[in-house]
């Protein structure tokens, strides 16, 4: 598990380079009338992970995480099945997006996540379950105008763009 750290945590830090070189092709400043450029978001996303690339490496040198102290082989079969249930819940989701929308697909994800992998309590995963789009929406929708995909839940904003906008 130890190299599997280290090898994902180059992996991810190589792609968020990537991600911000990339985002630079678009504007990355704010826009007058428009709010942030088509590259803000990415930008600034792939340097936040880039930060925590740079923290999981820091931290698997002088090894503080519970990976970076194992002796385990590159990925035992929890690791594994982990991986598998990780990856198949982020492309259910990723395909929900597009029929119901980011507001009612990521809080699925995130309630399944929660307390499948961090088994939280009901009560705080209804807290970020209900937060969250609503949250995302303000910010998104109506702070910097940019819409994100709703499916066929999209007549469901139209009062609340009659609304605050």
Not at 20 to 31: R, V
Not at 71 to 98: C, K, N, Q, Y
Not at 117 to 144: C, D, K, M, Q, Y
């Amino acid at each position: 598990m130890r190299k599997a750290e280290l090898i994902m945590a180059l992996v991810m830090a190589v792609f968020s380079i990537y991600i911000m070189w990339k985002s630079t092709e678009l504007p990355i400043g704010w826009i007058p009338e428009e709010g942030p450029g088509g590259g803000a978001f990415s930008f600034w996303l792939g340097a936040a992970m880039l930060v925590c690339c740079a923290a999981i490496i820091y931290r698997w040198a002088r090894r503080l995480s519970p990976p970076s102290q194992s002796d385990e082989p590159f990925m035992d079969a929890d690791a594994a099945r982990l991986f598998f249930v990780i990856t198949g819940s982020l492309g259910l989701m990723i395909g929900a997006i597009h029929v119901i929308g980011v507001y009612f697909a990521l809080p699925i994800f995130m309630a399944f996540y929660m307390r499948y992998l961090g088994r939280h309590s009901w009560r705080l995963i209804a807290g970020f379950v209900v937060a969250t789009p609503i949250v995302a929406f303000f910010f998104f929708e109506i702070a910097l105008l940019k819409t994100l995909p709703k499916g066929f839940t999209e007549p469901w904003f139209y009062p609340l763009y009659d609304i605050f906008l």
